[in-house]
Nanobody
Framework: QLQLVESGGGLVQPGGSLRLSCAAS????????IGWFRQAPGKEREGVSC????????NYADSVKERFTISRDNAKNTVYLQMNSPKPEDTAVYYC???????????????WGQGTQVAVSS
């Protein structure tokens, strides 16, 4: 079975930092493009970032560009989202998803995690 589990969420102050992890079980991430998505209360889910299987190309939403960094460690079967200088509007449940490729922020996701809550507040 293909499963993804997000972790690392929590409360962070504006200007602080937080690192989210997306760990895979039942399959290896080596051959998948991994996307990070988020859904804020009352809003639709939106793409945040996507990294191709090789890790050589990354995409970011304009709202998080230069603040968030997506990376992967295939040896650990894990993808990360480093959140620097988070803003209150970054508050959301963050999900990771595995798909065949990154097309902008979309990746034709086949498997989704259950999400991890991120709250940005003073």
């Amino acid at each position: 079975q293909l499963q993804l589990v997000e972790s690392g969420g929590g409360l962070v102050q504006p200007g602080g930092s937080l690192r989210l992890s997306c760990a895979a079980s039942g399959f290896t991430l080596d051959y998948y493009a991994i996307g990070w998505f988020r859904q804020a209360p009352g809003k639709e889910r939106e793409g945040v970032s996507c990294i191709r299987s090789s890790g050589g190309s990354t995409n970011y939403a304009d709202s998080v560009k230069e603040r968030f960094t997506i990376s992967r460690d295939n040896a650990k079967n894990t993808v990360y989202l480093q959140m620097n200088s988070p803003k209150p509007e970054d508050t959301a449940v963050y999900y990771c998803a595995a798909g065949p490729m990154c097309t902008g922020l979309r990746n034709r996701a086949r498997s989704w995690g259950q999400g991890t809550q991120v709250a940005v507040s003073s």
